[in-house]
């Protein structure tokens, strides 16, 4: 019976052999440990090439994301802009407000005196020259040119001119950029003299300083700035020796969704003021707003009606000097 049994017996399976993609550590673990990303490989193998940096914004615009949403071109009353373009360089334009200015004064209260203006432009656009002069029916008169010297060297020009005593300004701007900083040279009326640079020093932070002196009141100044920006963030930091501290952040939420803080310490003054903003872009309109910590909310609306039609609407409270601002207007032509 026992052999008879051994005889139908199944004989023993044989020992399993390790595969070989297996790990040494046994099978068991490999179900457990996640796998190793395909470009992880790729990203320790990436180096960062220091001398083919990007080229860096310019110092006067490191902000520009945060101002987009925390500063939109508020205005209240009526205004109306209609640009009429005469050929593919020459254009001219016309532009019409009706709305209150404000007179400083010493009380808590705002006060508001009506006003009306008609401004007249002529704008000259070209690849490698800009000519843009205003002039207003109260006298004034902008002018601002942009030339391109070289691919490196751009020269601009601002001036304003007034019929009030030494209100009239002008400025001279040359600036250089290099294939991984940028620099730039400032004279101006008042024996104003001004120099920025800016240097990128990976492929995600740029650093930067300038300095200023103004002759005529005697007063210098010196600044540092960083800036560290990604495809989804930016964020800004400014230090000067006037007490000024200012930091600011944007987050891309999405491809038509921003967020955006800021955050401003004077210390001369002690003013801490900090504010939060968006801009939320849609198929036919954007809108952007911002909220301070003094309580001041505001919002600023841009519809488009139809091609090179579009509508404003500009709204701004302020409760603690109840000051309330309301405008719309409507722009014509691109």
């Not at 008879?4 to 993609?21: D, E, F, L, V």
Request: some cysteine; glycine content about 8%; overall charge neutral.
């Amino acid at each position: 019976m026992g052999s008879a049994a051994s005889a139908a017996a199944p004989p023993p399976p044989p020992p399993t052999q390790p595969q070989a993609g297996a790990p040494p550590y046994g099978p068991g673990l490999a179900g457990i440990l996640p796998p190793r990303p395909d470009g992880e490989e790729k990203k320790k193998e990436e180096k960062v090439d220091y001398l083919n940096l990007p080229c860096p914004v310019p110092f006067e615009e490191i902000q520009r994301e945060a101002l987009m949403s925390l500063k939109p071109e508020l205005f209240e009353g009526l205004r109306f802009d209609f640009t009429k373009g005469l050929n593919q360089k020459f254009s001219l334009s016309h532009s019409v407000f009706m709305g209150s200015l404000e007179v400083p004064s010493q009380s808590t209260e705002t006060i508001k005196v009506p006003t009306a203006h008609y401004e007249f432009g002529a704008n000259f656009l070209d690849p490698k020259l800009m000519l843009i002069g205003r002039v207003m029916t109260d006298g004034r008169l902008n002018a601002r040119v942009k030339c391109d010297l070289t691919e490196n060297l751009i020269l601009k020009i601002n001036a304003q001119l007034t019929q009030e005593a030494h209100y009239s300004q002008g400025m001279f701007n040359f600036d250089y950029k290099g294939s991984d900083y940028r620099a730039q040279f400032q004279i101006g009326n008042n024996a104003f003299y001004g120099a920025n640079y800016i240097q990128s020093v990976t492929p995600n932070l740029s650093v930067g300083t300038e300095m200023f002196w103004l002759g005529q009141q005697r007063k210098s100044g010196i600044g540092f700035a960083s800036r560290y920006n990604t495809d989804k963030m930016v964020g800004t930091l400014q230090v000067a020796s006037t007490g000024i501290v200012a930091l600011s952040y944007v987050q891309k939420v999405s491809e038509k969704v921003s967020l955006a803080s800021d955050f401003m310490y004077n210390h001369m003054s002690r003013d801490v003021t900090a504010s939060f903003g968006y801009d939320y872009l849609l198929r036919q309109c954007r809108l952007r707003g911002k909220i301070d910590s003094n309580g001041v909310v505001a919002a600023y609306l841009e519809e488009r009606l139809n091609m090179g039609v579009n509508f404003l609407l500009s709204a701004e409270i302020d409760h603690s000097k109840k000051n309330y601002k309301f405008g719309f207007g409507m722009t014509v032509g691109e």
